[in-house]
Nanobody, 119 residues
Framework: QVQLVESGGGLVQAGGSLRLSCAASGRAFSRYGLGWFRQAPGKRRELVAHIWSGGSTFHADSVKGRFTISRDNAKNTVYLQMNGLKPEDTAVYYC?????????????WGQGTQVTVSS
C-alpha cells in the first residue's frame, strides 16, 4: 500500500507563490505516474498537472505558465510549484499516484492540503 502525504499549503496573497510537496512510500516510486488535483467548494475535482515516470509533464490550461510539476525520485517526492497565484486557485490540493504509467486510474490519494489565495 502506497501512502501519500502532502504539505506546503497555506494562505497567500494574490500574485504570491507556494510549493506543495507530496512524499510517497513504496520502493517503486520511480515507476509511478503522479498527479496533482484540486477541488474547490461546490466544484468537481480537477486535474491540475501530471508527470509521467519518464519526466514528461502535463499542465491544465488554467495553470499553464504559472504552475510546474516536478519529481525527485531519490526523495520519493513530487512537487507542485505555484507562482502567480490567483483567488480562483483556492482549493484543497491532492496528490495522487498510479502504480505505473499504464494504469488508467490513480490508485492512491493523499489527504489533501488547503491552499487559500486572498485578493
Amino acid at each position: 500500500q502506497v501512502q501519500l502525504v502532502e504539505s506546503g499549503g497555506g494562505l497567500v496573497q494574490a500574485g504570491g507563490s507556494l510549493r506543495l510537496s507530496c512524499a510517497a512510500s513504496g520502493r517503486a516510486f520511480s515507476r509511478y505516474g503522479l498527479g496533482w488535483f484540486r477541488q474547490a467548494p461546490g466544484k468537481r475535482r480537477e486535474l491540475v498537472a501530471h508527470i509521467w515516470s519518464g519526466g514528461s509533464t502535463f499542465h491544465a490550461d488554467s495553470v499553464k505558465g504559472r504552475f510546474t510539476i516536478s519529481r525527485d525520485n531519490a526523495k520519493n517526492t513530487v512537487y507542485l510549484q505555484m507562482n502567480g497565484l490567483k483567488p480562483e486557485d483556492t482549493a484543497v490540493y491532492y496528490c495522487a499516484a498510479k502504480d505505473s504509467d499504464d494504469e488508467r486510474e490513480y490508485n492512491y490519494w493523499g489527504q489533501g492540503t488547503q491552499v487559500t489565495v486572498s485578493s
